[in-house]
């Protein structure tokens, strides 16, 4: 009996992969045509060119031969975008006359915080649609505060013991209450997965302060003053690096949608290829690179992200409509939260 | 009659069926799939534009999706619909068009350089001149707040500031609507700066560096140049206005670690090195007025420069440094004294 449903279930899972079809020279056209439009409108075009820029992003990206649609409307989210402008407005004029009134202005922003933070990935989920079903998010404010403050404090006042805990609840938070139409999403990684990354970070930089320490010890100090420092920004610049990879990694592997799982097998080498080669163009050309290095690095991403099928991708079905306004979107960008 | 090869989800389950959407003789469209026919008007029907080379999207109804890779077909039924999306379809054909692009290139490219070059310069000037003095005092840090970061009280004896508090006063009455107070801080290596309320600090170090008391006070010019021209105002505004102006161009925030945190840098050291300039200018009018030799001000320059190159590892680092500094080369600053001994 076992037997056969191992076997039954083995036969029946497939690997879809992600393809980003993508092309950078036409999405810098299209960017370019954006960024003009933009200025002479005053910034107005704004709204639509983000649109454009996210559908275009959405459009190409296909999962089992299928893409994704972007489905948000440009007057929606100017109206969050003046919104949050004048918000802003406010807190420089409030900034400039009175500390005290930043004080209150500081304080407001922090009750709103979770609540702006729900509402921009409710707005992010149900603008995003695979096979003609729109994705969604529901969180409660008090959930939100909780991955928001309380972890990352935790975590801190532990001297980082518990910040791979405040990493997975802020993800379980997110993927937990997120759904694809009526089906759930599920995170599934542990303290000890997020742990693990840690330790390791540690790990190397104890032995990198050991080989730093005997190093310092048999070469002259000129040279170590000229050299130390490169060294020491390359080391910096290679943790913050695997930390990236490793819990991308771990993110699409303990991610499960109903029966469905993932799986994303980034390298340090690949993504350091890709982030080099995009760096050196946007300095060379002073940004005009800018739109055809994320069309590289998406590609980079969904290349080496596949979902595991159990079954096929046929039996989901649509939620009940729901509007969500695109607020919370913009105030989380222009205040720099989400 | 038209007919357009797709597929189409119905927008309740993620069920995907090969479809063909038809039209009928002036009663509208109707979609064919292998199990039904639907029929469909017109003004339930609409149209995506154009993006790429990504699927044409058809919105059938409510919730209806028709998606083709037959481009041309699509075209033809938003003409016979009279739909495209307007104005994403005239945006999508100014992509397409090799000589549109580039010359939106060169305009952009004219803009950002026109914006950076001038118009934030000059805005953030005249804002700066219109500035209460009481909202100029909060911009930037204060010389209470430097005390407890930075700073250290003053090594000198204090015979020796009254000294040079004294040699000092003459030449600080001609500016006193700036409300200059000189103060002697250590902590810091021989440096002199100047706080937009009007303090001026000098370091023990470079106290000590100056052969004479008159290059100090060709110091304090430059430090006044810079109160009299609101360079710091100047510069906070000039910085938060590069901000901005990348935030709304782009609409884009995730890219503007990346896009921008190296050119604004950039941008924003040149701007610092202009400054610096425009008040070495300042202190040698004010040197020839006050009749102090102009070369006064080479004088130290060179002692401050020799005093910091000594410290440098090595000369090729240095050549790199020179573009990413917010002060210009000494050998510049030093050639602006000749120029203007030369045609004063």
Redesign the interface.
């Known amino acids: 009996m076992t037997d056969m449903t191992n076997e039954s279930n083995s036969a029946s899972t497939s690997i879809a992969p992600f393809r980003f ?3 950078g020279s ?2 810098f ?2 960017w ?8 002479a409108t005053l ?1 107005i075009y ?5 649109v ?2 996210n ?2 992003f959405h ?2 990206l296909y999962l089992d031969d ?2 994704f ?1 972007y489905l948000a409307e440009p007057l929606a989210i100017l109206k969050g975008r003046i919104i949050a402008l004048i918000a802003l407005g406010l807190y420089f004029a409030a ?3 009175s ?1 005290d009134l930043v004080v209150v202005f500081v304080l407001a922003l922090f009750i709103l915080m979770p609540y702006f933070y729900n509402q921009s990935l409710a707005f992010k989920m149900r603008m995003s649609a ?4 729109q994705f969604r998010f529901k969180g409660s404010y008090g959930g939100a505060a909780m991955v928001l403050f309380v972890w990352p404090i935790l975590g801190m006042l532990t001297f980082g013991i518990l910040m791979p805990m405040a990493i997975l609840k802020m993800n379980q938070y997110v993927v937990n209450n997120s759904a694809y ?1 009526t089906s759930p999403f599920k995170f599934n990684a542990t303290y000890k997965d997020y742990g693990m990354i840690f330790l390791m970070m540690l790990g190397f930089g104890v032995i990198a302060a050991i080989i730093g320490g005997i190093v310092s010890l048999i070469l002259p100090d ?1 040279f170590l ?2 050299v130390g420092p490169l060294v020491a920004m390359i080391f910096y610049f290679a943790m913050i690096l695997f930390f990236l990879v490793s819990t991308t990694n771990l993110f699409y592997q303990k991610l499960a949608l109903v029966e469905h799982e993932f799986d994303c097998e980034l390298t340090i080498a690949g993504y350091f290829k890709v982030m080099l080669i ?2 050196l163009l ?2 060379l050309t ?3 690179y ?1 739109p055809a ?2 069309v590289r690095m998406t590609k980079y991403l969904s290349e080496n992200i596949v979902m595991k099928v159990n079954g096929n ?6 939620a009940e409509e729901e509007n969500v306004s695109a607020l919370g979107e913009e105030m989380g ?2 205040f ?1 939260f989400a | 009659m038209l007919t357009i090869r797709g597929y189409y ?8 069926v090969d479809a063909t959407l038809q039209s009928q003789n002036s009663s509208g469209f109707s979609l064919l799939t292998e199990e039904q026919s639907i029929s469909i008007e017109c003004a339930d029907i609409n149209i995506e534009a154009a ?5 044409r ?1 058809v919105s059938l109804g409510k ?3 028709f ?1 083709s890779e037959e481009h041309e077909e699509i075209e033809q039924l938003s003409k016979l619909i009279k739909q495209g999306g307007f ?2 379809s005239l ?1 999508h054909k ?3 068009n090799l000589v ?2 580039i010359c ?2 060169l ?3 004219v ?1 950002i350089w026109a914006l950076a070059v001038h118009g934030i310069p000059h805005a953030a000037k005249t804002i700066a001149f219109e500035m209460p003095e009481y ?1 100029e005092g ?2 930037s840090s204060s010389l209470e707040v430097l005390d407890a970061t930075i700073l250290e009280p003053s090594q000198l004896s204090t015979t020796r500031q009254q000294q040079l508090h004294l040699f000092f006063k003459p030449y600080l009455q001609d500016h006193e609507m700036l409300h200059p107070t000189v103060h002697f801080r250590s902590g810091m290596d021989a440096n002199a700066l100047a706080l937009p309320n009007g303090d001026i600090v000098f370091t023990d170090e470079l106290v000590k560096l100056a052969d004479n008391d008159q290059q100090l006070v060709a110091v304090l010019f430059h430090e006044l140049g810079h109160l009299k021209h609101k360079h710091i105002t100047r510069r906070i505004l000039q910085d938060s206005m590069i901000t901005l102006a990348v935030f ?6 995730d ?1 503007v670690d ?3 945190g ?2 604004t840098l950039v941008v924003d050291l040149a701007y610092s090195r202009e400054f610096e300039l425009e008040a070495d200018k300042y202190a040698l009018e004010m040197l020839k007025q006050s009749n102090i030799p102009v070369a006064t001000f080479a004088e130290i320059m060179l002692l401050l420069s020799n005093h910091y190159e000594s410290d440098e ?2 000369n090729q680092e240095r050549k790199i440094t020179d573009f990413l500094s917010t002060h210009p080369r000494t050998q510049d600053r030093i050639e602006q004294v000749n120029q203007y001994q030369q045609t004063h």
């Open positions: 079809n993508g092309d036409e999405y056209k299209i370019i045509v954006n960024v003009l439009l933009t200025i910034g704004s709204a639509w060119a983000t454009r820029n559908k275009y459009s190409n299928n893409n649609r900034a400039t006359y500390p695979y096979k003609n079903i139409g000129a003053l000229a995009n760096m946007i300095m002073v940004g005009l800018a290095a994320k991708l046929d039996d989901f079905s649509a960008q222009v720099d | 989800l119905d927008g309740q389950s993620a069920k995907r993006l790429g080379n990504t699927p999207e919730s209806g999706l998606i104005p994403f945006v100014l992509e397409h549109s692009v939106f290139t305009s952009v490219i803009f909202v909060h911009l709304l161009i782009t609409g884009d925030i890219s990346m896009l921008t190296i050119p590892q090595g």
